[in-house]
């Protein structure tokens, strides 16, 4: 069956750290992953998307590599601050899938001071 | 830039009842989305607009909601009747196109208890 496994227990690191999650997909083949953020009472934001052809995308902060030997994508967030605490959603793109969204069930992180 | 706007934000009914979401798409974006997100998971794809016609409804329970954007622009989506498992949050999103790379903007969201 096909199934998209993200750390289901928060993740609570110290502020400056750097905060590594993780997607794992099994009997997919995305073309495109992406991250998002999501903050409570409401809904996720676009953070990064990243192809099946390239291993590792940075914007400020934050990196994202996608490994389709491995099936998975790690996400970083460097120099964490309290302000990061959300909780992060991995989505695939399939192949041909047009732009239909398929998530992970989320990670919650928590930067404390 | 306004962003994706939907209400009400909040809405608490009885089994069996009905109930409708309203979303109104960022001006100019051509694609529309409903997700299902319900406690502790990732949003669901339950539908999927392009102007007024649908894309993909496949994970859309059709003996229950239905949904529709009929002059292409905003969208209403509706149960009819809830059952206690429709308990969640309903998010809308669009995108300027179905492109893979177009990036998908969310409204806050429509939170619903079914009792």
């Known amino acids: 069956s096909q199934k998209i496994e993200q750390n289901s227990e928060a993740l609570n690191i110290q502020e400056g750290k750097t905060a590594t999650l993780t997607c794992n997909y099994t009997n997919y083949s995305p073309a495109y992953l992406q991250w998002y953020r999501q903050d409570p009472g409401r809904g996720p934001v676009f953070l990064l998307l990243?192809?099946?052809?390239?291993k590792e995308k940075r914007k400020e902060r934050l990196k994202v590599t996608f490994d389709t030997t491995l099936k998975q994508s790690l996400f970083h967030i460097t120099a964490s601050q309290p302000a990061d605490s959300a909780t992060y959603l991995c989505?695939?793109?399939?192949?041909?899938?047009?732009?239909?969204?398929?998530f992970g069930t989320g990670t919650q992180l928590k930067v404390e001071l | 830039e306004a962003g994706v706007a939907q209400s009400p934000r909040y809405k608490i009914i009885e089994k069996r009842q009905s109930v409708a979401f309203w979303c109104n798409p960022i001006?100019?974006?051509?694609?529309l989305y409903w997700y299902q997100q319900i406690l502790g998971q990732g949003p669901k794809l339950l539908i999927q607009?392009?102007?007024?016609?649908?894309?993909?409804d496949s994970q859309l329970p059709k003996d229950r909601f239905s949904a529709e954007r009929l002059k292409g622009v905003d969208s209403t989506l509706k149960i009819q009747p809830a059952k206690l498992e429709d308990s969640a949050v309903y998010l809308c999103a669009s995108s300027l196109s179905p492109r893979e790379t177009d990036t998908q903007y969310f409204g806050p969201g429509t939170r619903l208890t079914v009792l």
């Open positions: 001006s100019g974006h051509a694609t």
């Open positions: 607009f392009q102007n007024n016609g649908v894309v993909d």
């Open positions: 989505a695939l793109i399939q192949s041909g899938g047009g732009n239909k969204l398929t």
């Open positions: 990243i192809r099946e052809n390239e």
